[in-house]
């Protein structure tokens, strides 16, 4: 272990002295994967770049993933898959749960009888290109998403009602148990920004996943690809940190819409503001912390509510201190 990495990681587990059960695991586990973890400063990991300190392992492959798993679960330490940390709201102060992000192996894509196999690593850029390279059609939907493929798929994002985990015939995963896993179409469900997993897959890793995509002349889909992102510089804002899309639509409505109607465009709070391109864009102005943007996205929230009647959901995933997902 280096001495740096090491020196970072004492000076940050002495925040925990006040919990000496959390920091004796997250010592343990610092201990024995020394050589996959690295300690960051997360506003540095994220598109928003919003969040403290936290800890990334990076697995090199299969095994190590199940190795990783399950200590965890031995030793009872929080953990979370990170793909592109394009969706994710780190909390303020130091995330007492491990991050787990697939390595270069991971990011492999091949054809295979017909279909595209793709490593959950791989950005959905890459995975898009590879499309294209092929006469494959069907992901413009992820132009101009940031991220990973295993980020998209456990969020099935993508364009409108479309997500790339409807594509998927296979899903390789890796669940909180350590056994990796191979659920055809029927064994998982898709639907609008939303991937079901059989209750004993909760919380796994995505590895891989098999596509069925259509024959599709690349001109046609680079000319979709065009417009999606052409679409994109009309109606977001370009450049600014963010996360995408605090809230889904609401069934038949738009979120920015319910939100520019009340009036919040432009709204601020400490560092964060509603983006006045588009009201469901929550940016950093420098500096925002998570309790910023969750006290304008509360706002919003609360506003929809009273002037419309509709319940906004979150779309990002607000992660708290031990790791827990937010759920609004
Ligand atoms: C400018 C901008 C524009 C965006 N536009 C869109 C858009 O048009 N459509 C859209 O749907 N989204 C959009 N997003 C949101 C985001 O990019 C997508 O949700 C993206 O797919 C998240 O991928 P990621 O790898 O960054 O995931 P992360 O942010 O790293 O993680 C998101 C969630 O997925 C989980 N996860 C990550 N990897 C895995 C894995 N291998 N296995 C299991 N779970 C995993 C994490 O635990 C977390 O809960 C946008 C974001 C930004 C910043």
């Keep these: 272990m280096s001495k740096e ?93 491990v991050l787990v992000r697939l390595g270069e192996p991971f990011e492999e894509i091949s054809l295979e009888d017909g279909l595209v196999v793709c490593g959950a690593g791989a950005s959905a850029a890459k995975l898009l290109n590879f499309s294209l390279a092929n006469d494959l059609g069907g992901l413009e939907i992820l132009a101009g998403l940031p991220g990973t493929v295993g980020g998209a798929l456990a969020g099935n994002a993508g364009a409108k009602d479309a997500g790339l985990a409807d594509l998927a015939a296979e899903i390789e995963a890796v669940g909180t148990d350590g056994l990796p896993r191979t659920l055809r179409r029927g064994e998982f469900k898709s639907g609008y920004r939303f991937l079901g ?12 996943c098999r596509l069925e995509l259509p024959r599709a002349r690349r001109e046609e889909t680079s000319s979709k690809v065009a417009e999606l992102l052409a679409a994109r510089r009309r109606s977001q804002p370009m450049g600014a940190r963010s996360l995408g ?27 964060a503001r509603i983006s006045p391109v588009h009201a469901n864009f929550i940016v950093n102005l420098g500096g925002a912390s998570s309790k910023d943007v969750l006290e304008l996205a509360g706002l919003a929230r609360e506003s929809v509510l009273k002037t419309h009647g509709v319940v906004l959901s979150l779309e990002i995933k607000a992660l708290d201190r031990r790791g827990r997902l937010l759920f609004w």
């Design 5 to 97: 990495r090491e020196k970072t990681w004492r000076s940050a587990s002495n925040a925990f002295s006040h919990e000496e059960n959390r920091r004796a695991r997250l010592d343990a586990f610092f201990e024995r994967f020394s050589e996959l973890v690295r300690p960051v400063d997360l506003k540095t990991v994220s598109t928003m770049g919003v969040g403290d300190f936290g800890m990334v392992a990076t697995v090199p492959d299969l095994e190590k993933l199940r190795e990783l798993v399950l200590f965890c679960r031995t030793i009872e330490l929080a953990w979370l898959p990170l793909g592109g940390a394009s969706n994710c709201l780190f909390p303020d102060g130091i995330l007492g749960a």
């Design 245 to 271: 899309c605090v809230f889904k639509n609401p069934p038949g409505r738009s979120a920015g819409e319910l939100i520019d109607l009340c009036g919040l465009k432009g709204r601020e709070v400490g560092g």
């Design 197 to 208: 997993l059989p209750p004993e897959l909760e919380g796994s890793v995505v590895t891989r």
